[in-house]
């Protein structure tokens, strides 16, 4: 039977009912549903609008119904239209008149626009740990290796001599700003709307500051028909989750480049590799391949909910319905590529020496010659272009700036002399590059530390 009935001569066809149901994929909330309910019945008794011992009674029966759920006495019936549909329906199956209350002063729609932000609120403290987890992992690799010295690459050019730590930390600050994004979205999320009722509030003398604080909300929203037609947290969530899995996804391409013969930077635990079927010697970095991959479903995500949001007439509409399918993906799929990454990450071999040997070659020292010159005096842009020439020079006779003989240093520009040596020392490069951002070791040993204290 339909919590609508009463208006209707005929039951549902099945194919309606599966095309309108949502219990399928909001049976998930269902913790959250309970819990709201319980707010709420409280709130009702609190007010006068039940009597007390009723509303003790509708919060005793949905403990009850939790509990039974949980310990898998009470299964949820995926006949039923939708979870809130179900719990109330059991709600009143065990209570009879008592369990019909719960919905006074209530509608579906502010009940719904409820649980998703209980429930993405539990989602996001999962994520931000998730978070937490990847960057201890990289402040401790970055610690490691915060004087191996590896080539930075702009357009995937050898550029210039930094360290493993810093190429870490720079992803650091990447997922730091990622948990920033949750927890301004998540601060705007923290509103509640129940009481806004179907769209137009409710001539109930309801208090929702009581509902607010027993839910842990700062406030209640300003508007009922804002309240239940608001998804923006939900586009926001899903924005922010995206944002994520852009982070994820370049970190994975450069983790394949690096695993490559042509890289050999890190090698990849075995527990985190895939074999071929018919090539024995392949080691594949399918965990790395399939979190770049799935990046586009969490991409897809959001773009459902922007288009779903997009052209509906104020207050609540049935597509809204269609938000919980993809914000529950998107946080799914980012929970599932977190744990995966990690523990890769953490378990993989560095291999310093590659690495080292990749910085001493494409002259990628040559800006520190360069700036050599300019120390002694010269003008940056002559000191720029009698390095140019050197380095021709050294790809003509196939050697590199640290091997070519003084002589011809000094062909070039007679303010050379045995002192450039030192200056194009990779690790000078590195370790000189102090200014504040930049790769010298006591920056990355410092950047850790800073990264460490912002996640407690
Ligand atoms: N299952 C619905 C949803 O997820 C609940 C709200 C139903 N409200 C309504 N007026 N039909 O959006």
Same mark, same amino acid.
């Given at each position: 039977?339909?919590?609508?009935?009463? #208006?209707?001569?005929?039951?549902?066809?099945?194919?309606?009912?599966?095309? =309108?149901?949502?219990?399928?994929?909001?049976?998930?909330?269902?913790?959250?549903?309970?819990?709201?309910?319980?707010?709420?019945?409280?709130?009702? !008794?609190?007010?006068?609008?039940?009597?007390?011992?009723?509303?003790?009674?509708?919060?005793?029966?949905? $403990?009850?119904?939790? =509990?039974?759920?949980?310990?898998?006495?009470?299964?949820?019936?995926?006949?039923?239209?939708?979870?809130?549909?179900?719990?109330?329906?059991?709600?009143?199956?065990?209570?009879?008149?008592?369990?019909?209350?719960?919905? /006074?002063?209530?509608? $579906?729609?502010?009940?719904?626009?409820?649980?998703?932000?209980?429930?993405?609120?539990?989602?996001?403290? *999962?994520?931000?740990?998730?978070?937490? *987890?990847?960057?201890?992992?990289?402040? =401790?690799?970055?610690?490691?290796?915060?004087?191996?010295?590896?080539?930075?690459?702009?357009?995937?050019? $050898?550029?210039?001599?930094?360290?493993?730590?810093?190429?870490?930390?720079?992803?650091?600050?990447?997922?730091? #700003?990622?948990? @920033?994004?949750?927890?301004?979205?998540?601060?705007?999320?923290?509103?509640?709307?129940?009481?806004?009722?179907?769209?137009?509030?409710?001539?109930?003398?309801?208090?929702?500051?009581?509902?607010?604080?027993?839910?842990?909300?700062?406030?209640?929203?300003?508007?009922?028909?804002?309240?239940?037609? %608001?998804?923006?947290?939900?586009?926001?969530?899903?924005?922010?989750?995206?944002?994520?899995?852009?982070?994820?996804? #370049?970190?994975?391409?450069?983790?394949?480049?690096?695993?490559?013969?042509?890289?050999?930077?890190?090698?990849?635990?075995?527990?985190?590799?895939?074999?071929?079927?018919?090539?024995?010697?392949?080691?594949?970095?399918?965990?790395?391949?399939?979190?770049?991959?799935?990046?586009?479903?969490?991409? !897809?995500?959001?773009? /459902?909910?922007?288009?779903?949001?997009?052209?509906?007439?104020?207050?609540?509409?049935?597509?809204?319905?269609?938000?919980?399918?993809?914000?529950?993906?998107?946080?799914?799929?980012?929970?599932?590529?977190?744990?995966?990454?990690?523990?890769?990450?953490?378990?993989?071999?560095?291999?310093?020496? =590659?690495?080292?040997?990749?910085?001493?070659? !494409?002259?990628?020292?040559?800006?520190?010659?360069?700036?050599?010159?300019?120390?002694?005096?010269?003008?940056? $842009? %002559?000191?720029?272009?009698?390095?140019?020439?050197?380095?021709?020079?050294?790809?003509?006779?196939?050697?590199?700036?640290?091997?070519?003989?003084?002589?011809?240093?000094?062909?070039?520009?007679?303010?050379?002399?045995?002192?450039?040596?030192?200056?194009? @020392?990779?690790?000078?490069?590195?370790?000189?590059?102090?200014?504040?951002?930049?790769?010298?070791?006591?920056?990355?040993?410092?950047?850790?530390?800073?990264?460490?204290?912002?996640?407690?």
């Amino acid at each position: 039977m339909k919590l609508w009935a009463g #208006r209707f001569q005929k039951e549902i066809s099945k194919t309606t009912n599966d095309f =309108n149901s949502s219990i399928a994929f909001d049976s998930k909330m269902y913790k959250q549903d309970i819990e709201g309910s319980i707010a709420h019945a409280s709130m009702l !008794g609190q007010c006068g609008i039940i009597e007390d011992s009723e509303s003790k009674k509708i919060c005793d029966g949905l $403990r009850e119904i939790l =509990n039974d759920i949980e310990s898998g006495a009470l299964k949820i019936d995926m006949e039923a239209e939708d979870i809130h549909t179900f719990i109330e329906g059991e709600l009143t199956a065990r209570l009879g008149d008592t369990g019909k209350r719960l919905h /006074t002063a209530r509608s $579906r729609n502010d009940q719904v626009a409820l649980d998703i932000r209980l429930y993405l609120r539990d989602e996001c403290a *999962e994520v931000e740990s998730l978070l937490k *987890e990847l960057l201890q992992v990289l402040c =401790n690799k970055a610690e490691e290796y915060a004087d191996a010295v590896m080539p930075g690459y702009t357009h995937l050019q $050898r550029a210039q001599p930094i360290t493993f730590g810093h190429h870490l930390m720079a992803y650091a600050q990447m997922f730091l #700003r990622d948990l @920033s994004r949750l927890a301004d979205a998540k601060k705007r999320m923290n509103v509640l709307p129940l009481g806004s009722c179907a769209l137009a509030g409710t001539t109930y003398p309801i208090d929702r500051s009581i509902t607010s604080e027993l839910l842990g909300f700062d406030a209640a929203t300003e508007n009922s028909l804002d309240g239940v037609s %608001d998804r923006d947290f939900c586009i926001e969530l899903a924005g922010a989750l995206s944002i994520i899995m852009v982070h994820l996804s #370049r970190f994975s391409e450069e983790i394949i480049a690096w695993c490559s013969w042509e890289f050999k930077f890190v090698e990849l635990d075995d527990a985190f590799s895939t074999g071929s079927s018919i090539m024995p010697q392949k080691k594949n970095p399918d965990i790395a391949e399939l979190v770049r991959g799935k990046s586009g479903r969490v991409f !897809g995500d959001l773009t /459902t909910l922007l288009t779903v949001m997009k052209g509906i007439a104020l207050a609540y509409n049935k597509d809204m319905q269609e938000d919980k399918e993809a914000i529950f993906d998107a946080f799914d799929t980012v929970k599932m590529c977190l744990t995966a990454f990690t523990p890769m990450i953490d378990t993989m071999t560095v291999l310093t020496e =590659n690495m080292r040997k990749a910085a001493a070659g !494409g002259f990628i020292n040559a800006t520190d010659c360069a700036d050599y010159l300019v120390k002694k005096g010269l003008p940056f $842009r %002559d000191a720029y272009k009698a390095t140019g020439t050197l380095v021709a020079r050294c790809i003509e006779l196939k050697t590199d700036l640290e091997q070519l003989p003084l002589d011809e240093y000094k062909a070039i520009c007679d303010m050379f002399d045995e002192g450039v040596y030192e200056a194009i @020392s990779l690790e000078k490069c590195v370790n000189d590059r102090k200014a504040f951002g930049g790769p010298a070791k006591e920056n990355v040993i410092a950047a850790v530390a800073n990264v460490r204290k912002a996640i407690g």
